[in-house]
């Protein structure tokens, strides 16, 4: 594993959007990046703000619903 180059370096963030009926919860912290899934809003906003906690960032970013299509 030492050979590993990261393929980027990216700003730590929290991110919150509803889509299709479940909300996803997308945690990016300098080479990764990590999708929960939910059920329920409550939920997926208790863990994005442990994640947040975790981080020592200021805030969650809620994300806008995609536009519906037609």
Same mark, same amino acid.
């Given at each position: 594993m030492g050979d590993v180059v990261? #393929?980027?370096?990216a700003t730590p963030c929290v991110e919150v =959007?509803?889509?299709s009926g479940e909300w996803v919860v997308r945690i990016i912290e300098?080479?990764?990046? #990590?999708?929960?899934s939910f059920g329920f809003e409550s939920f997926a906003l208790s863990f994005a703000e442990g994640q947040r906690i975790r981080?020592?960032?200021?805030? =969650? =970013?809620r994300l806008q619903d995609p536009p519906a299509a037609g």
């Open positions: 990261p #393929i980027r370096k =959007v509803g889509a300098a080479d990764q990046e #990590i999708t929960r981080l020592h960032l200021d805030r =969650v =970013v």
